[in-house]
C-alpha cells in the first residue's frame, strides 16, 4: 500500500489533526515487514475549482474493495435525490454508498484502512462508512446536518468522523460568505470540535468588494486557520498563513517535513510588511473591484447576458461561439463551461493591475 493512503486515515481519523501523520509514515515500514496481508484503503482525492476547466470542484475515488463491481445510481432519497458510487452485488438491498452528491449540493467522500485492526464481534467497520455515507446523502444539506447524522450513528467511532471544516472566501466563483454565515459555521465547528480553516487565495478582493460585512477581524476572530493570498494582488510568491489562537504545537517541524520551509523566508515577509503599511494591501484590491464593476456595467449597456452575479473581481459571460471564436487572437478569456451547443460561459478576471482604459478597450472591443 502506498504511503499516501494511509495518510488519508490519519487526516480525517486523527482529532489533533496532522500531527499524528508524519510518526505513523516512519512506523509503516515496520507494519508491512511485520504483516503479509495488504493493508487497504481507498484512494482519494478532491480536485479545487481553481485548476478544474469549469470552476466547480471534483472528487474521485478509487476503491480498494472486495466488491470488484461498482456502478452509479440515482436514488430517491427521504429528503434528497442524490447520485452515488454503490456496490451492485447488495444494491439496493443494502442501503450503502461510498461516494456522491446529493440536489442541494452536499457532497460526501472517505477513505478508511479498515483493515488495519481487528474486528471484534458485533463491531462495524468499512459497512458502517458506507450506511453513514447513504443516509446523510438522503438527509443532509449543511455541515451541522452531517455532524448530527454522523453522531447518532452507535457504531460512530469505527467510522471516518469529520476532522476540519475547509472553506473558500471568496469562492472560485467570486462569491462571498457574509458574517452571520460565518458565525454560524464557527458555532457548529466549535460544538463538534472540528477546526475551520479559510483559503484566503482571493482574500483581498472579498475584503474590498462592496456590500460585504466580514472584516479581517472577523476572520481572526471566527477561523482557526486561515491564509492571506499575497500572489493575486502583486506579490512575487507566497502566501501569509494565519493561525489566529496559536499555531499547532511543533508546527515549524512539521513544515521542514514537508519541505516547505525557505532559507530566506525573510523575502517573503517582507512582502506581507509591505503590503500591509498604509493599507497598500486594501487599496490595490479596490482597484479590481472598481474596474470590475466598470466592466459588467459595460457589458450590461451591451445587453451580454451573465452567467451569474458575482460581487468581487470575477465577471462570468455567456458569449455565443461564433462571436468567441471572432475575439480569438483580440482578447483572451478564461473558458469556465459549455452553457449550450451554441454558447460557452467565459470567465475574465480583473486584478491589483488592471488599468481603467484596459477596460474601456475591452468594452469597445466587445
Request: net charge negative; with cysteine; proline share 3%.
Amino acid at each position: 500500500m502506498p504511503f499516501h493512503r494511509l495518510s488519508y486515515l490519519c487526516e480525517y481519523k486523527s482529532k489533533e489533526g496532522k500531527v499524528m501523520i508524519k510518526h505513523l509514515f516512519l512506523i509503516w515500514g515496520l507494519l508491512a515487514a511485520l504483516t503479509a496481508e495488504p493493508v487497504l484503503a481507498c484512494t482519494s482525492a478532491v480536485v479545487s475549482g481553481k485548476v478544474t476547466p469549469d470552476g466547480r470542484p471534483l472528487l474521485w475515488k478509487n476503491r480498494d474493495t472486495d466488491y470488484l463491481r461498482n456502478h452509479v445510481a440515482y436514488i430517491k432519497g427521504e429528503k434528497y435525490n442524490f447520485i452515488a458510487d454503490v456496490n451492485s452485488a447488495n444494491f439496493p438491498a443494502l442501503k450503502e454508498a461510498w461516494m456522491g452528491t446529493n440536489s442541494v449540493g452536499f457532497a460526501l467522500m472517505n477513505t478508511q484502512s479498515y483493515n488495519l485492526v481487528e474486528v471484534k464481534d458485533g463491531e462495524e467497520r468499512g459497512a458502517a462508512n458506507g450506511r453513514i455515507i447513504y443516509r446523510a446523502l438522503e438527509v443532509c444539506a449543511t455541515v451541522e446536518d452531517f455532524c448530527k447524522t454522523f453522531y447518532a450513528d452507535a457504531n460512530h467511532d469505527h467510522m471516518v468522523f469529520p476532522g476540519m471544516v475547509y472553506i473558500s472566501h471568496p469562492t472560485e466563483y467570486g462569491t462571498l460568505y457574509t458574517k452571520a454565515e460565518l458565525e454560524a459555521l464557527h458555532a457548529v465547528c466549535q460544538e463538534y470540535k472540528m477546526p475551520l480553516f479559510l483559503d484566503g487565495a482571493r482574500l483581498g478582493y472579498g475584503l474590498a468588494a462592496e456590500g460585504t460585512d466580514v472584516t479581517l477581524a472577523d476572520l481572526a476572530r471566527l477561523t482557526d486557520v486561515f491564509y492571506i493570498g499575497g500572489t493575486k494582488v502583486g506579490a512575487l510568491c507566497g502566501e501569509a498563513v494565519v493561525f489566529p489562537h496559536g499555531a499547532p504545537a511543533h508546527f515549524m517541524t512539521m513544515v521542514k517535513q514537508q519541505g516547505a520551509l525557505l532559507a530566506k523566508g525573510r523575502l517573503l515577509g517582507i512582502q506581507f510588511d509591505v503590503l500591509f503599511t498604509n493599507d497598500l494591501y486594501f487599496s490595490i484590491s479596490k482597484n479590481a473591484i472598481v474596474t470590475a464593476n466598470r466592466l459588467k456595467a459595460g457589458f450590461a449597456e451591451k445587453g451580454y447576458r451573465f452567467f451569474m452575479d458575482s460581487p468581487t473581481n470575477q465577471i462570468f459571460l455567456v458569449l455565443e461561439n461564433a462571436q468567441l471564436a471572432a475575439l480569438e487572437g483580440k482578447a483572451k478569456f478564461g473558458f469556465w463551461e459549455k452553457f449550450d451547443d451554441t454558447h460557452t460561459v467565459v470567465r475574465i478576471a480583473t486584478s491589483w493591475a488592471t488599468r481603467m482604459d484596459e477596460v474601456e478597450a475591452l468594452i469597445d472591443l466587445m
